[in-house]
Protein backbone atom coordinates (compact mmCIF):
# COMPACT_ATOMS: atom_id res chain seq x y z
CA UNK A 1 0.00 0.00 0.00
CA UNK A 2 1.23 3.12 -1.19
CA UNK A 3 -1.05 6.65 0.11
CA UNK A 4 -1.35 10.26 -1.05
CA UNK A 5 -2.90 12.59 1.71
CA UNK A 6 -4.16 15.39 0.07
CA UNK A 7 -4.09 18.00 2.18
CA UNK A 8 -1.43 15.73 4.40
CA UNK A 9 0.22 19.15 6.38
CA UNK A 10 -3.02 20.26 7.44
CA UNK A 11 -5.02 20.07 10.48
CA UNK A 12 -6.53 16.48 10.08
CA UNK A 13 -4.24 14.77 7.16
CA UNK A 14 -0.93 15.16 8.95
CA UNK A 15 -2.69 13.10 11.60
CA UNK A 16 -3.40 10.55 9.48
CA UNK A 17 0.21 10.81 8.08
CA UNK A 18 1.16 10.26 11.53
CA UNK A 19 -1.29 7.17 11.70
CA UNK A 20 0.12 5.37 8.49
CA UNK A 21 3.97 6.18 9.21
CA UNK A 22 3.53 4.42 13.14
CA UNK A 23 2.13 1.61 10.89
CA UNK A 24 4.93 1.24 8.86
CA UNK A 25 2.64 2.32 5.69
CA UNK A 26 4.38 4.47 2.71
CA UNK A 27 2.86 7.53 2.52
CA UNK A 28 2.97 11.26 0.98
CA UNK A 29 1.83 14.44 1.27
CA UNK A 30 0.28 16.68 -1.30
CA UNK A 31 -0.47 20.43 0.08
CA UNK A 32 -0.21 23.85 -1.41
CA UNK A 33 0.69 25.51 2.25
CA UNK A 34 -2.01 27.63 2.09
CA UNK A 35 -3.40 26.68 5.66
CA UNK A 36 -1.21 23.65 6.37
CA UNK A 37 2.33 23.97 7.27
CA UNK A 38 5.41 21.94 6.56
CA UNK A 39 6.20 20.96 9.84
CA UNK A 40 3.02 19.33 10.77
CA UNK A 41 4.50 16.71 7.99
CA UNK A 42 5.88 13.40 9.56
CA UNK A 43 9.92 12.87 9.29
CA UNK A 44 10.66 11.24 6.16
CA UNK A 45 7.77 11.82 4.56
CA UNK A 46 7.53 13.65 1.27
CA UNK A 47 5.45 16.43 0.62
CA UNK A 48 4.23 17.92 -3.12
CA UNK A 49 4.05 21.12 -2.65
CA UNK A 50 0.57 21.70 -4.98
CA UNK A 51 -2.61 23.14 -5.50
CA UNK A 52 -5.21 20.57 -5.93
CA UNK A 53 -6.61 22.93 -8.64
CA UNK A 54 -3.60 22.99 -10.59
CA UNK A 55 -4.68 19.42 -12.84
CA UNK A 56 -1.50 19.32 -14.13
CA UNK A 57 1.07 19.18 -11.11
CA UNK A 58 -1.56 16.85 -9.37
CA UNK A 59 -0.81 14.63 -11.76
CA UNK A 60 2.86 15.36 -11.64
CA UNK A 61 2.55 14.44 -8.12
CA UNK A 62 0.51 10.89 -8.66
CA UNK A 63 3.18 9.71 -11.90
CA UNK A 64 6.12 10.38 -9.23
CA UNK A 65 4.82 9.05 -6.10
CA UNK A 66 2.57 6.18 -7.67
CA UNK A 67 -0.03 5.72 -4.35
CA UNK A 68 -2.25 2.89 -4.55
CA UNK A 69 -4.94 4.91 -2.22
CA UNK A 70 -5.66 8.12 -1.72
CA UNK A 71 -7.28 9.90 1.28
CA UNK A 72 -8.39 13.25 0.05
CA UNK A 73 -8.46 15.61 2.78
CA UNK A 74 -7.72 19.13 0.97
CA UNK A 75 -10.76 21.43 1.38
CA UNK A 76 -11.83 24.62 1.78
CA UNK A 77 -13.33 24.12 5.07
CA UNK A 78 -15.23 27.16 5.86
CA UNK A 79 -19.10 27.39 5.54
CA UNK A 80 -18.65 31.40 6.40
CA UNK A 81 -16.51 31.83 3.19
CA UNK A 82 -18.54 29.21 1.09
CA UNK A 83 -20.94 31.68 1.68
CA UNK A 84 -19.46 34.95 0.91
CA UNK A 85 -17.39 32.85 -1.84
CA UNK A 86 -19.27 30.47 -3.63
CA UNK A 87 -16.92 30.01 -6.75
CA UNK A 88 -14.15 29.30 -4.57
CA UNK A 89 -15.74 26.95 -2.82
CA UNK A 90 -16.65 25.02 -5.76
CA UNK A 91 -13.11 25.70 -7.34
CA UNK A 92 -11.31 23.59 -4.37
CA UNK A 93 -13.91 20.93 -3.26
CA UNK A 94 -15.74 20.19 -6.53
CA UNK A 95 -12.97 21.13 -9.20
CA UNK A 96 -10.08 19.65 -7.11
CA UNK A 97 -11.78 16.64 -6.11
CA UNK A 98 -12.39 16.07 -9.76
CA UNK A 99 -9.05 16.44 -10.47
CA UNK A 100 -7.82 13.59 -8.15
CA UNK A 101 -10.26 10.99 -9.57
CA UNK A 102 -9.19 11.57 -12.83
CA UNK A 103 -5.66 11.36 -11.54
CA UNK A 104 -6.61 8.20 -9.76
CA UNK A 105 -8.43 6.73 -13.10
CA UNK A 106 -5.10 7.22 -15.16
CA UNK A 107 -2.95 5.55 -12.20
CA UNK A 108 -3.00 2.37 -10.41
CA UNK A 109 -5.06 3.79 -7.84
CA UNK A 110 -7.52 0.82 -5.94
CA UNK A 111 -9.43 3.38 -3.01
CA UNK A 112 -10.30 6.78 -2.52
CA UNK A 113 -11.16 8.11 0.56
CA UNK A 114 -13.42 11.73 0.90
CA UNK A 115 -13.35 13.94 3.39
CA UNK A 116 -16.80 14.79 3.78
CA UNK A 117 -18.88 16.26 6.51
CA UNK A 118 -22.27 14.66 8.11
CA UNK A 119 -23.28 18.79 10.04
CA UNK A 120 -23.28 20.06 6.58
CA UNK A 121 -25.09 17.92 4.48
CA UNK A 122 -28.08 16.39 6.96
CA UNK A 123 -29.02 19.75 8.35
CA UNK A 124 -30.58 20.05 11.75
CA UNK A 125 -31.08 16.59 13.37
CA UNK A 126 -32.11 15.97 16.74
CA UNK A 127 -31.15 12.59 17.33
CA UNK A 128 -27.72 10.80 15.93
CA UNK A 129 -28.39 11.00 12.34
CA UNK A 130 -27.62 7.87 10.24
CA UNK A 131 -26.32 7.30 6.64
CA UNK A 132 -29.87 7.09 5.09
CA UNK A 133 -30.84 10.37 6.56
CA UNK A 134 -31.88 12.68 4.16
CA UNK A 135 -29.39 15.43 3.23
CA UNK A 136 -30.55 19.31 3.23
CA UNK A 137 -27.41 21.22 2.61
CA UNK A 138 -28.26 24.78 2.46
CA UNK A 139 -24.57 26.27 2.40
CA UNK A 140 -21.95 26.25 -0.67
CA UNK A 141 -19.59 23.81 1.84
CA UNK A 142 -22.28 21.09 2.19
CA UNK A 143 -23.75 21.32 -1.36
CA UNK A 144 -20.01 20.83 -2.43
CA UNK A 145 -19.57 18.04 -0.27
CA UNK A 146 -22.55 16.85 -1.39
CA UNK A 147 -21.90 16.75 -4.85
CA UNK A 148 -17.89 15.37 -3.85
CA UNK A 149 -19.95 12.69 -2.96
CA UNK A 150 -22.37 11.93 -6.11
CA UNK A 151 -18.49 12.10 -7.95
CA UNK A 152 -17.49 9.13 -5.96
CA UNK A 153 -20.16 7.23 -7.53
CA UNK A 154 -18.85 8.70 -10.72
CA UNK A 155 -15.59 7.50 -9.83
CA UNK A 156 -16.57 3.98 -9.56
CA UNK A 157 -18.32 3.81 -12.80
CA UNK A 158 -15.99 5.53 -14.77
CA UNK A 159 -12.87 4.07 -13.29
CA UNK A 160 -13.62 0.81 -10.87
CA UNK A 161 -12.44 2.59 -7.74
CA UNK A 162 -13.81 1.75 -4.04
CA UNK A 163 -14.76 5.31 -2.88
CA UNK A 164 -15.08 5.99 0.60
CA UNK A 165 -17.15 9.07 1.81
CA UNK A 166 -16.33 9.49 5.46
CA UNK A 167 -18.63 12.03 7.35
CA UNK A 168 -16.95 13.72 9.97
CA UNK A 169 -19.11 15.45 12.63
CA UNK A 170 -16.87 18.30 14.19
CA UNK A 171 -13.32 18.01 14.69
CA UNK A 172 -10.85 18.96 17.08
CA UNK A 173 -7.57 18.30 18.39
CA UNK A 174 -3.87 19.73 18.36
CA UNK A 175 -2.92 21.37 15.14
CA UNK A 176 -6.45 22.38 14.98
CA UNK A 177 -5.79 26.77 13.32
CA UNK A 178 -7.39 28.80 16.35
CA UNK A 179 -7.31 32.04 14.01
CA UNK A 180 -9.31 30.75 11.05
CA UNK A 181 -13.31 30.90 10.89
CA UNK A 182 -13.68 27.30 11.96
CA UNK A 183 -12.64 25.36 15.45
CA UNK A 184 -14.75 26.51 18.32
CA UNK A 185 -12.45 24.48 20.42
CA UNK A 186 -9.22 25.65 19.18
CA UNK A 187 -10.90 29.59 19.67
CA UNK A 188 -11.49 28.48 23.02
CA UNK A 189 -8.45 27.09 24.30
CA UNK A 190 -6.10 30.06 22.84
CA UNK A 191 -8.20 32.46 24.59
CA UNK A 192 -8.71 31.43 27.99
CA UNK A 193 -5.12 30.54 28.12
CA UNK A 194 -4.25 33.46 27.63
CA UNK A 195 -6.88 34.84 30.33
CA UNK A 196 -8.91 36.40 27.45
CA UNK A 197 -12.63 36.49 27.57
CA UNK A 198 -14.69 34.22 25.01
CA UNK A 199 -17.92 35.20 23.40
CA UNK A 200 -20.61 32.21 22.60
CA UNK A 201 -22.98 33.27 19.79
CA UNK A 202 -26.99 33.82 20.80
CA UNK A 203 -28.19 31.49 23.60
CA UNK A 204 -24.96 28.91 23.30
CA UNK A 205 -27.99 25.86 22.81
CA UNK A 206 -26.26 24.93 19.58
CA UNK A 207 -25.59 21.33 19.89
CA UNK A 208 -22.84 19.78 18.40
CA UNK A 209 -20.87 16.10 17.92
CA UNK A 210 -17.13 16.82 18.54
CA UNK A 211 -14.99 14.44 17.45
CA UNK A 212 -11.20 14.21 18.07
CA UNK A 213 -8.69 14.08 15.69
CA UNK A 214 -6.68 11.18 16.49
CA UNK A 215 -10.18 8.95 16.29
CA UNK A 216 -11.09 10.81 12.61
CA UNK A 217 -7.15 9.75 11.17
CA UNK A 218 -8.10 6.57 12.99
CA UNK A 219 -11.42 6.10 10.43
CA UNK A 220 -8.91 6.99 7.32
CA UNK A 221 -6.63 4.30 8.20
CA UNK A 222 -9.35 1.43 9.20
CA UNK A 223 -11.28 2.55 6.00
CA UNK A 224 -7.89 2.43 3.97
CA UNK A 225 -7.93 -1.32 4.31
CA UNK A 226 -11.18 -2.32 5.57
CA UNK A 227 -13.18 -5.52 4.06
CA UNK A 228 -15.62 -3.32 1.30
CA UNK A 229 -17.49 -4.09 -1.77
CA UNK A 230 -16.78 -2.39 -4.69
CA UNK A 231 -18.77 0.62 -5.32
CA UNK A 232 -19.46 4.03 -3.17
CA UNK A 233 -19.67 3.72 0.64
CA UNK A 234 -20.85 6.54 3.45
CA UNK A 235 -19.27 6.45 6.84
CA UNK A 236 -20.62 8.58 9.70
CA UNK A 237 -17.50 9.66 12.03
CA UNK A 238 -18.41 10.80 15.29
CA UNK A 239 -19.46 9.88 18.86
CA UNK A 240 -23.01 10.54 18.81
CA UNK A 241 -22.73 12.27 22.27
CA UNK A 242 -24.44 16.20 22.41
CA UNK A 243 -22.46 18.84 23.72
CA UNK A 244 -23.57 22.58 23.47
CA UNK A 245 -21.58 25.69 23.21
CA UNK A 246 -22.17 26.90 26.91
CA UNK A 247 -20.65 22.97 27.69
CA UNK A 248 -18.02 23.09 25.60
CA UNK A 249 -16.64 25.93 26.99
CA UNK A 250 -16.87 25.15 30.63
CA UNK A 251 -15.26 22.19 29.60
CA UNK A 252 -12.51 23.98 28.17
CA UNK A 253 -12.37 26.54 30.74
CA UNK A 254 -11.92 23.59 33.11
CA UNK A 255 -9.49 21.86 31.23
CA UNK A 256 -7.09 25.35 31.01
CA UNK A 257 -7.67 26.21 34.50
CA UNK A 258 -6.39 22.69 35.11
CA UNK A 259 -3.18 22.58 32.87
CA UNK A 260 -2.18 25.51 33.81
CA UNK A 261 -1.86 25.38 36.92
CA UNK A 262 -0.04 21.98 36.20
CA UNK A 263 2.22 23.94 34.63
CA UNK A 264 3.04 26.70 37.38
CA UNK A 265 1.59 29.16 35.52
CA UNK A 266 -1.96 29.50 36.94
CA UNK A 267 -4.59 31.80 34.62
CA UNK A 268 -7.32 33.55 35.72
CA UNK A 269 -9.99 32.71 33.18
CA UNK A 270 -12.99 35.20 32.96
CA UNK A 271 -16.28 33.98 32.52
CA UNK A 272 -17.48 33.84 28.93
CA UNK A 273 -19.86 36.44 27.64
CA UNK A 274 -23.10 36.46 25.33
CA UNK A 275 -22.89 37.82 21.78
CA UNK A 276 -25.79 38.13 18.72
CA UNK A 277 -26.50 34.63 17.51
CA UNK A 278 -25.37 34.05 14.31
CA UNK A 279 -27.84 33.72 11.13
CA UNK A 280 -27.58 30.09 9.68
CA UNK A 281 -25.91 28.30 12.92
CA UNK A 282 -27.63 24.92 12.68
CA UNK A 283 -29.14 24.25 16.47
CA UNK A 284 -28.61 20.44 16.48
CA UNK A 285 -25.85 18.37 14.80
CA UNK A 286 -25.37 14.88 15.64
CA UNK A 287 -24.32 11.62 14.29
CA UNK A 288 -24.34 7.71 14.47
CA UNK A 289 -21.40 6.24 13.63
CA UNK A 290 -22.73 2.58 14.12
CA UNK A 291 -21.88 1.50 10.56
CA UNK A 292 -18.42 2.50 10.66
CA UNK A 293 -18.51 0.22 13.51
CA UNK A 294 -19.76 -2.75 12.25
CA UNK A 295 -17.86 -2.42 8.88
CA UNK A 296 -14.95 -0.61 9.29
CA UNK A 297 -14.18 -1.65 12.88
CA UNK A 298 -13.87 2.05 14.24
CA UNK A 299 -15.47 3.74 17.25
CA UNK A 300 -13.98 6.67 18.99
CA UNK A 301 -11.57 6.50 21.68
CA UNK A 302 -11.56 9.80 23.03
CA UNK A 303 -14.09 10.77 25.55
CA UNK A 304 -14.99 14.62 24.95
CA UNK A 305 -13.07 14.97 28.39
CA UNK A 306 -9.89 13.16 27.85
CA UNK A 307 -10.03 14.86 24.33
CA UNK A 308 -10.07 18.73 25.10
CA UNK A 309 -7.50 18.15 28.14
CA UNK A 310 -5.36 16.51 25.63
CA UNK A 311 -5.96 19.31 23.01
CA UNK A 312 -5.56 22.65 25.36
CA UNK A 313 -2.25 21.01 27.07
CA UNK A 314 -1.28 21.00 23.92
CA UNK A 315 -2.17 24.76 23.07
CA UNK A 316 -0.10 25.47 26.11
CA UNK A 317 2.96 23.85 24.92
CA UNK A 318 2.77 25.67 22.06
CA UNK A 319 2.71 29.06 23.72
Same mark, same amino acid.
Given at each position: ???????????????????????????????????????????????????????????????????????????????????????????????????????????????????????????????????????????????????????????????????????????????????????????????????????????????????????? +????? *? @??? =??? #? &? /? $?????????????????? +????? *? @??? =??? #? &? /? $??????????????????????????? =??? #?? /???????????????????????
Amino acid at each position: MRVLVTGGAGFIGSHILEQLASAGVEAAALDDLSGGKRENVPEGVPLFEVDVRDASAVKTAFDEFRPTHVSHQAAQVSVSRSVREPEFDAEVNVLGLLNVIRCCGESEVERLLFASSGGAIYGDVLSPAKEDHPTQPLAPYGISKMVGEHYLRFAHAEHGLIAVALRYSNVYGPRQDPHGEAGVVAIFSQKMLSGEEVTIFGDGKYVRDYVHVGDV +AAANV *A @ALD =AEL #E &A /G $KHAFNIGTAVPTDVNQLA +ALVMT *A @ATE =ATA #E &A /G $KPVEIPKPVHGDPRAGDLRSSIISSAK =AKA #EL /GWEPQHSIESGLAETVRWFLRRG
